[in-house]
């Protein structure tokens, strides 16, 4: 993800998952620095600071939707059957 560009805001633990908002990225990924911390609940004994395995970006609020789209009408759409949120689990 680049600097400006539009992202989804995305529920995923709850009843109903999907997209209810965008969002803008202002800046790009860094290293996630909870996965370097034994008392965060992200804390990953795996992930190294010379090379992190999660990253993280800051974004800011654009807008919310005007209705959830769904996880379930998202599989509906073909062209979407390779992201990794929508693919079958």
């Not at 974004?59 to 990794?84: C, D, M, N, S, W």
């Amino acid at each position: 993800m680049k600097l400006g560009d539009q992202v989804f805001f995305y529920h995923s633990n709850c009843g109903q998952p999907g997209i209810v908002g965008i969002m803008e990225v202002i800046k790009e990924g860094y290293p996630d620095f909870t996965a370097f911390d034994p008392d965060d609940i992200h804390f990953d004994p795996k992930s190294d600071p010379a090379q992190p395995r999660w990253m993280m970006i800051d974004v800011k609020y654009v807008r919310t939707l005007p209705r959830t789209i769904t996880l379930k009408e998202l599989k509906l759409h073909p062209e979407l059957a390779g992201h990794g949120t929508v693919k079958a689990r």
